[in-house]
């Protein structure tokens, strides 16, 4: 393992650097991984900034490799999409997502988080039936469709294809859709015509300097706008200090996720937290 700085240690050679064989032996590892309970989801909380109430959770995997310990998924991800195997491990994801957020309901009930955000690659995307699969999973976890966020990259939608038909079909279940990482990707505006959205996920990037009153902070005030005018929930990403959340509440933001909030924790620590009379 060599130092990434940030006190990150990867253990795999870096997705740029990798060929075919590494990405087959990650997929394999991976595969081990899904069969052996090496993986497992932690949940980050999005919150209404006013108040700090938690509105809903992103699902973000893990997997804690027996030799090589934590692997990140920005490590791991790449490489299940390229072989394929994000199809299956998807699948997975969606159904624990699900169950879990049916577990709060019953355990919480009206303070359970209203809606659980689950990570959805353009592979997966493009699987024609991935919407039927989606039905199927609320339908046997029994979660309301209106319980569900599917985010979705603004390249994965634009890959063309099946994936905008696969959208418009979630959509038509009932499930709420955010654009993940908006302004990154190169198709944003015209998306937004095309494309069932519900939810704006502003980037992290705008959010780190919108402090400064630099472009990014310019861009982070057009996308609030852009959200307003388009009646979208926008959320700002990856807000980590007091200062770019009370900056990004006067732009007009009104829901966040980020450290400055909580970091991801696992579903019983979650279950814990809300549970407690003043977290609510
Ligand atoms: P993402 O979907 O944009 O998820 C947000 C990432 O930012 C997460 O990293 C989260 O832990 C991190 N984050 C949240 N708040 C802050 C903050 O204040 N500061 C900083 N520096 N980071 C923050 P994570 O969990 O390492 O995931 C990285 C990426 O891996 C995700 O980016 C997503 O693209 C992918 N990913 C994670 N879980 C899944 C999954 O279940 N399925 C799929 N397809 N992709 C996933
Ligand atoms: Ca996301
Ligand atoms: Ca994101
Ligand atoms: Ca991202």
């Given amino acids: 393992?060599?130092?990434?700085?940030?006190?990150?240690?990867?253990?795999?050679?870096?997705?740029?650097?990798?060929?075919?064989?590494?990405?087959a032996r990650i997929a394999a590892d991976l595969r081990v991984a899904m069969d052996t309970g090496q993986l497992h989801l932690v949940y980050q909380p999005i919150v209404a900034m006013a108040g700090g109430h938690l509105y809903g959770v992103e699902a973000l995997i893990r997997w804690n490799h027996p030799q090589r310990g934590p692997v990140?998924?920005?490590?791991?991800i790449p490489a299940a999409e390229r072989t394929g195997l994000i199809v299956p491990l998807g699948a997975w994801i969606l159904g624990e997502a699900c169950r879990q957020a049916v577990r709060w309901q019953q355990e919480l009930g009206d303070r359970a988080p209203h809606?659980?955000?689950?990570?959805?690659?353009?592979?997966?995307?493009?699987?024609a039936g991935f919407a039927t699969d989606v039905a199927?999973?609320?339908?046997?976890?029994?979660?309301a469709p209106d319980?569900?966020?599917?985010?979705v990259t603004e390249t994965a939608v634009f890959d063309g294809g099946t994936a905008l038909n696969e959208l418009h079909a979630i959509k038509a279940l009932g499930v709420t859709i955010a654009l993940d990482d908006f302004g990154t990707g190169h198709s944003s505006l015209g998306l937004l015509r095309t494309c069932p959205v519900d939810t704006l996920k502003v980037d992290k990037s705008f959010v780190d300097d919108v402090t400064q009153g630099g472009q990014q902070a310019v861009v982070a005030e057009a996308l609030i706008h852009l959200s307003n005018g388009l009646s979208l929930r926008a959320v700002a990403e990856g807000v980590e200090t007091a200062e770019q959340a009370d900056?990004?509440?006067?732009l007009g933001y009104r829901y966040a996720q980020g450290y400055f909030y909580d970091r991801p924790m696992p579903a019983a620590d979650l279950s814990a937290r809300l549970s407690e009379p003043e977290m609510r």
């Fill in 1 to 23: 393992a060599k130092s990434q700085g940030r006190g990150r240690y990867v253990v795999y050679t870096p997705d740029m650097d990798r060929h075919g064989a590494e990405q």
């Fill in 136 to 143: 199927a999973v609320l339908q046997q976890t029994g979660l």
């Fill in 115 to 127: 809606t659980v955000s689950v990570n959805v690659s353009a592979r997966q995307l493009r699987e």
């Fill in 72 to 76: 990140g998924p920005v490590d791991f």
């Fill in 147 to 151: 319980r569900l966020t599917i985010e």
């Fill in 247 to 250: 900056a990004l509440y006067r």
